[in-house]
Every structure is written in structure tokens, then in C-alpha cells.
């Protein structure tokens, strides 16, 4: 079946560092994948998305780029910041109309932590 | 606006007993999630609602689960004779379709002891 694998955590960083948190998938058909963000004590938030192959999600300085031929969506920010330390979860949906219904299948999540 | 909302946020309870969770999905939406987070699994998807359709049961683990939802709005997750592995934090998604952006309300923790 579909599946979803981070690079393992928890991931330390000091302020203003580059962060890069690796997610490779498997999946038939063409997915579409997800980085989802859980701030402490908080639900989950969508933080981007890219629904095809080349495709780069963007928000809030971070970007991850959708690559097919290496079945990959690495999440990757220029300069982190304390208020960024949160659960990063890197997810994929079908959206081809099949029996997946959109249902989103996780990886294990990375936590981040940021200090000043 | 409201987003979605679940209750309660923490449930304590005795192993055998049975529980009952809510979802009260965003206004509109008419695809509903839930999804289980626990230590051992990560984040595992258990049922799905869209509209009046059947319901996807597919990732419900065992019988004891089951899932309804009322009006195509508020979901109820029973869990009968609850067991120590079901503790976990169970969580619910809404989205205006079933292939738009999920958004998820803050959990039910259940503490089975």
C-alpha cells in the first residue's frame, strides 16, 4: 500500500539556520503530498501542498518541491525561528477519483525544535 | 469562522468501558475524517464520511469501533469495551469536498487505564 516516510527526528537547530526535513513516498497512480505542522498544545495545520509532479508548495518561508522521478517532498527553510519549533508531518492523498476518498496517509512526523 | 471542533479534549476511562467522541465539522463542509495519533502507529487513518454516501470504514481496527454521522454534520466514534492500545489521540478533519483541504480539530486525548 501508500506510505510515507520522514528522516528521523527529533531535528535541533539555533535560530536562523537552514532546516531541511527529507520525506520520500510510495504510491500507485499520482498523488498529491502535504506538509502539515502541530504547534505544541495545538491541532494540525496545514502548512503546504503540491499536487503535481515539479510542483513547489510554499508558505510561510518554508517550500518543499514535488519530484516524481526521485518520489520525494523535502521540506526546507532558509532561516528558522523559535516560533517554528512544532511536529512536522509530510503526508500524501489520491486524488484521482479512486476509493482513497482523499484520505491522507502519514509519515511518522519529525519534531523541530529551535533555540535562540 | 469556527473551525472543527471536537469533544471532549480528554477523556479518562476505565479498560471495558465504552466511549463516545464528537466531531462538529466546519459549516459546509461535506467531507468528514477521523484519524487516530498514537505513539506506537503515528497518525492512521480510521473512517470517512462524504455527504449520504457509505461511509469508508476501512481503517477502523477492530469491530469495537464504529462511526456515525447525523445530518451529514456532527460525527459521534463509539469505541465499546474499551482496551489499554486504544489510548491514543483521536482527531477530526472536515473538508468542503473530498478532495479539498482537510482541516482538523484539536484531538480527543483518551487515557485507557
Known amino acids: 500500500g501508500d506510505s510515507v516516510t520522514q528522516m528521523e527526528g527529533p531535528v535541533t537547530l539555533s535560530e536562523e539556520a537552514f532546516l531541511t526535513i527529507n520525506c520520500t513516498y510510495t504510491?500507485?497512480?499520482?498523488?498529491?503530498l502535504f506538509w502539515y505542522v502541530q504547534y505544541p498544545g495545538e491541532g494540525l495545520q496545514l502548512l503546504l501542498k503540491a499536487t503535481k509532479a515539479d510542483d513547489k508548495g510554499s508558505n510561510k518561508g518554508f517550500e518543499a518541491t514535488y519530484r516524481k522521478e526521485t518520489t520525494s517532498f523535502h521540506l526546507e527553510k532558509g532561516s528558522v525561528q523559535v516560533s517554528d519549533s512544532a511536529v512536522y508531518f509530510c503526508?500524501?492523498?489520491?486524488?484521482?477519483?479512486?476509493?482513497?476518498?482523499?484520505?491522507?496517509?502519514f509519515g511518522q512526523g519529525t519534531i523541530l525544535t529551535v533555540h535562540p | 469562522g469556527a473551525g472543527v471542533s471536537q469533544s471532549p479534549s480528554n477523556k479518562v476511562t476505565e479498560k471495558g468501558k465504552d466511549v463516545e467522541l464528537r466531531c462538529d465539522p466546519i459549516?459546509?463542509?461535506?467531507?468528514l475524517y477521523w484519524y487516530r495519533q498514537s505513539l506506537g502507529q503515528g497518525l492512521e487513518f480510521l473512517i470517512y464520511f462524504q455527504g449520504n454516501s457509505a461511509p469508508d470504514k476501512s481503517g477502523l481496527p477492530s469491530d469495537r469501533f464504529s462511526a456515525e454521522r447525523t445530518g451529514g454534520s456532527v460525527s459521534t466514534l463509539t469505541i465499546q469495551r474499551t482496551q489499554q492500545e486504544d489510548s491514543a489521540v483521536y482527531l477530526c478533519?472536515?473538508?468542503?469536498?473530498?478532495?479539498?483541504?482537510?482541516?482538523f480539530g484539536d484531538g480527543t486525548r483518551l487515557s485507557i487505564l
Open positions: 478533519a472536515s473538508s468542503l469536498g473530498v478532495f479539498q483541504p482537510q482541516h
Open positions: 504510491a500507485t497512480g499520482y498523488p498529491s
Open positions: 459549516s459546509g463542509h461535506t467531507a
Open positions: 503526508a500524501l492523498s489520491k486524488q484521482d477519483g479512486g476509493t482513497s476518498y482523499g484520505k491522507l496517509t
